[in-house]
């Protein structure tokens, strides 16, 4: 399984743009990227995803590299409550079957007041 | 629909005894998950049904794991003579097919399950 690499932490001040990047070099051309958060104490909850091209939504955008092989989720302007484990996880398109998500560690963002 | 339910919320249990998990995913999910997840990790997956079929297992999930989803809505999860190891939380989460509607995952706020 293609595989992704987001650093440990981030800290953002409140009320500014936040970018939480990940690598996935390995990735296969039907690999759609996914990116989940976790609040603390609850279960993860899904944020956005894409395949190619930039994607928006009311929670965030996504940014992905022309060559897929690194994305950027984009929280506009983070606030306390986006304070969270972020996840960025590969699945193939074509999987059906094997519908599971591989997660690493993610990214603990850290919401400066 | 208030979302994926999971009963309990917590569960201390002492090693060798059986537990079990219950489910309610949302109402119009044929596709129900479950994962496991120790502390500073992300979840790893359990296991998945679509409707009432069981589709995938993970090698994780060994002999003592049981998982059903008799009639394709509440899921149930049993782990017998439980383990120190077996201590984690323990998320479900459901999703709609088929393919193309499936990218979200909703997640229930899981049974954290301690073995002593």
């Known amino acids: 399984d293609a595989k992704t690499t987001q650093p440990n932490s981030m800290e953002s001040n409140e009320e500014e743009p936040v970018h939480l990047p990940c690598n996935h070099s390995?990735?296969?051309?039907?690999?759609?990227i996914h990116w989940y958060r976790q609040l603390p104490s609850q279960g993860p909850e899904y944020v956005i995803h894409g395949l190619t091209s930039n994607v928006n939504n009311r929670m965030a955008s996504l940014a992905i590299a022309e060559d897929r092989k690194s994305s950027t989720l984009i929280l506009h302007r983070a606030t306390l409550r986006d304070a969270a484990v972020y996840y960025c996880?590969?699945?193939?398109?074509?999987?059906?079957?094997?519908?599971?998500?591989?997660w690493g560690a993610g990214t603990k963002l850290i919401i400066k007041p | 629909d208030t979302g994926v339910s999971q009963d309990p919320r917590h569960k201390i249990t002492k090693r060798g005894q059986n537990v079990t998990f219950r489910c309610d995913p949302i109402s119009e999910h044929n596709r129900l998950y479950w994962y496991r997840q120790t502390l500073g990790q992300g979840p790893e997956f359990l296991t998945y049904f679509q409707n009432e079929a069981q589709l995938e297992k993970s090698r994780l999930l060994s002999d003592r794991f049981s998982a059903e989803r008799p009639k394709g809505s509440f899921s149930t999860l049993e782990i017998q003579r439980t383990e120190q190891g077996d201590s984690a939380m323990y998320l479900c989460a459901s999703s709609l097919g088929p393919r193309g509607q499936s990218h979200e995952q909703y997640f229930g706020p899981g049974t954290r399950l301690t073995v002593t």
């Open positions: 390995t990735i296969s051309g039907t690999d759609y």
């Open positions: 996880i590969l699945r193939d398109r074509y999987m059906d079957s094997n519908y599971q998500l591989i």
